[in-house]
């Protein structure tokens, strides 16, 4: 797999663009949860951002890290409609 780097000056238009442009505002419904490749393209996410097992992975080392850095009380669960 090829790694793909980008300027920053060139990686922040896709985030700014979906965060700012009046079309993803006036067809939300498209774009909610999307993947946004380049300004105005909804791509698709890599095999590996699908896979489940990475996934869990990367959750549970990001849990571990903020216990390591804030404490073990810093991560409550989070239940709906409460």
Known sequence: ???????PEDA?????WAATAPE???NW???QGAYVSAPEV???ESS???????GARLWAM???LVRKSL???ALHPWIANE
């Not at 922040?12 to 700014?16: A, D, T």
């Not at 590996?48 to 990475?54: G, K, N, S």
């Open 12 to 16: 922040c238009l896709c985030p700014l």
């Open 24 to 26: 993803v505002e006036d």
């Open 62 to 64: 990001s849990e571990d």
């Open 48 to 54: 590996i951002a699908r896979d489940e097992e990475r």
């Open 1 to 7: 797999m090829a790694h793909v780097e980008r300027a």
């Open 29 to 31: 419904e498209m774009w």
């Open 42 to 44: 909804s791509g698709h």
């Open 71 to 73: 404490g073990n009380d």
